[in-house]
């Protein structure tokens, strides 16, 4: 079993920057591949960022590609997400999740997930 726990959330302001983390616990294999997915209210929920723990290639976005920075620490078994030059419509929950096998940006191949965390931008 893989617990995810995401932090990092807060208000910030148009223009501001955050970092999200998602600590990785239990059995982690280096094909898995993390992704970082984001729900607003009343929309589904959306991928924004995707790296192999093994690290390689990173995959955003294109609503954000060029503002966020998606990186894994193994020694921490951390997964981040830098948000830089926030907006409004970034204003969401943003998951961390867990893929298997795959490196799919579709919510449901992925096998597991985090509680969440409120990120606000005020304008």
């Known amino acids: 079993q893989v617990q995810l726990v995401e932090s990092g959330g807060g208000l910030v302001q148009a223009g501001g920057s955050l970092r999200l983390s998602c600590a990785v616990s239990g059995h982690t294999f280096s094909s898995y591949y993390m992704g970082w997915f984001r729900q607003a209210p009343g929309k589904d929920r959306q991928f924004v960022a995707g790296?192999?723990?093994?690290?390689?290639?990173?995959y955003y976005a294109a609503s954000v590609k060029g503002r966020f920075t998606i990186s894994r620490d193994n020694a921490k078994n951390t997964v981040y997400l830098q948000m830089n030059s926030l907006k409004p419509d970034d204003t969401a929950v943003y998951y961390c999740a867990a893929q298997l096998r795959g490196s799919s940006t579709y919510y449901d191949q992925y096998n597991y997930w985090g509680q969440g965390t409120q990120v606000t931008v005020s304008s």
């Open positions: 790296i192999r723990w093994s690290g390689g290639n990173t």
